[in-house]
């Protein structure tokens, strides 16, 4: 039998990535994300998949970020029982990520409970800290050659320079005639400025790329520019600068460029606050693969002594040293998760600040539909937090230049960098515009073969 793909999520929107390969003699899912922003995408994560958990034999993993590996606890509970392939560093970002994913379900589903505002009585968390527990138990380390991860299915990592341990994987078959297929994941810019670049495609007949930011392209400079002003504005006026952040890669990206800018003297010397446990776990990552001198990282900061301290580093560890931040001097900088004000200490800073018009939101990762990030920045007069409506009087500045995901223009030079173009390009992993746009734009040149936009569900055949 030709193996047969089909793309369960990522599919006209860019959470939820899964993607089922079938042989004749397996079955492998090709990441394992978690749909999340609007209620319609999140209720998916309920929905049956069309097999069995039971009856898939592998999953590989991307990267650790919860849209590419959050439903891995769920597939566990639904009786998935084999390995699940993926590198070292993304092993160990999921034993910071998932068990928290758990532990917010539960939370989240106490409040429905206690509210009373659940369909379901009671309601019950997707899975639990202790399932995701379980589930870390089946994650087996991606050698650096490719790997069988099932019966005649092999697949190799190769560096994606998106977050710390992310890779493309590169799939191939013992049986029959099937090309190869590559699956970019999510992929990281040319001048990411702690991680080495992404690496080129190799020769493939099937590519998968990702497009969330297929509809534009980043003005890095402009970007910077407007970040380093709103510190400069803010410092000056005795404001808090509050920038919400992913727990991971993102933090850290904020952090470098925080130390360069102040020791470049363009912005003042302030207090820096890391608020969230989560991302100063996954610091203590970063720092680890930084002073091990690992290839991913870039060759300039293998065995720098610490490239994150921008000179007042405070790690707020504990909900004391959190609540503690809001009587800090001020001005000041907090970073703090989650990225797109869906969770995390960040409500409760914003709660507190978003009414103060000293106080300046620098936004400077994607916002996708339906989190308080997008309504952040589509100029929403009050936004609703821990139950309540406050009131924005704060400065909401857009500032983009810390995206760790290739803009439209580096994915169609990334494509163009294989030895010789694919059959196939299936356009993935971006909201609909965005999608079309990235499958306009390869297809207006020769190196992506023909190029689709698939429909969710959808299975095609790999000749
Ligand atoms: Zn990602």
Same mark, same amino acid.
């Given at each position: 039998m030709t193996p047969i793909l089909r793309f369960l999520g990522a599919t006209g929107t860019v959470t939820g990535s899964r993607f089922l390969l079938e042989t004749d003699r397996a079955r492998v899912l090709l990441e394992c994300g978690l749909f999340q922003g609007l209620k319609e995408l999140r209720?998916?994560?309920?929905?049956?998949?069309?097999?069995?958990?039971?009856?898939?034999?592998?999953?590989?993993?991307?990267?650790?970020?919860?849209?590419?590996?959050?439903?891995?606890?769920?597939?566990?509970k639904q009786g998935f029982a084999g390995p699940v392939f993926t590198t070292p560093r993304t092993a160990d970002l999921c034993r910071i990520l998932l068990p928290d994913s758990g532990r917010i379900q539960e939370e989240d589903a106490a409040y429905a409970n206690r509210r009373g505002f659940s369909k379901h009585t009671p309601a019950l968390p997707l899975y639990s800290e202790e399932d995701a527990e379980r589930a870390l138990g089946r994650i087996r380390h991606a050698g650096a050659e490719p790997q069988e991860v099932a019966p005649g299915v092999r697949v190799g990592f190769r560096n994606a320079g998106h977050i710390l341990g992310s890779a493309s994987l590169h799939v191939s078959f013992d049986d029959g005639e099937a090309g190869d297929l590559l699956l970019s994941g999510d992929l990281g810019r040319p001048r990411h400025p702690v991680l080495e670049p992404p690496e080129p495609p190799p020769a493939v007949r099937t590519l998968l790329i990702e497009s969330t930011y297929g509809d534009r392209c980043h003005d890095d400079s402009a970007a910077l520019a407007a970040f380093v002003e709103a510190i400069v504005r803010t410092a000056a006026r005795g404001g808090l600068v509050l920038i919400p952040a992913f727990a991971v890669d993102r933090t850290e990206v904020v952090l470098y460029h925080l130390r360069q800018l102040t020791a470049e003297g363009k912005i003042p010397e302030l207090p820096v606050y890391v608020d969230s446990p989560m991302a100063l776990a996954a610091l203590r990552v970063y720092r680890e693969a930084v002073a091990a001198g690992e290839p991913e990282i870039r060759s300039e900061l293998r065995g720098h002594p610490e490239p994150f301290d921008p000179g007042g580093l405070v790690e707020a560890r504990a909900v004391e040293d959190s609540k503690a931040i809001h009587d800090a001097a001020l001005p000041a900088i907090v970073v703090s998760a989650s990225g797109m004000l869906t969770g995390g200490r960040?409500?409760?800073?914003?709660?507190?600040?978003l009414p103060d018009p000293t106080t300046t939101v620098i936004l400077v990762g994607f916002q996708a539909e339906g989190t308080r990030g997008r309504r952040l920045l589509e100029g929403a007069e009050t936004i609703?937090?821990?139950?309540?409506?406050? /009131?924005?009087?704060?400065? %909401? *500045?857009?500032?983009?230049?810390?995206?760790?995901? &290739?803009?439209?223009?580096? $994915? =169609?030079?990334?494509?163009?960098?294989?030895?010789?173009? /694919?059959?196939?390009?299936? %356009? *993935?992993?971006?909201?609909?515009?965005?999608?079309? &746009?990235?499958?306009?734009? $390869? =297809?207006?040149?020769?190196?992506?073969?023909?190029?689709?936009v698939p429909s969710p569900g959808e299975r095609v055949r790999l000749d």
């Open positions: 209720l998916r994560n309920w929905a049956p998949l069309p097999v069995e958990a039971s009856s898939i034999d592998a999953v590989v993993l991307s990267h650790a970020h919860l849209d590419h590996a959050g439903y891995l606890p769920s597939l566990v960040v409500l409760h800073h914003l709660a507190r600040r609703k937090l821990l139950g309540r409506y406050v /009131p924005v009087r704060a400065d %909401v *500045v857009e500032a983009p230049v810390f995206s760790v995901h &290739a803009d439209a223009a580096e $994915l =169609a030079a990334w494509v163009a960098s294989a030895p010789r173009p /694919p059959d196939t390009t299936y %356009v *993935v992993h971006g909201e609909k515009a965005a999608a079309a &746009a990235l499958r306009d734009r $390869l =297809a207006s040149g020769a190196s992506a073969g023909n190029v689709v």
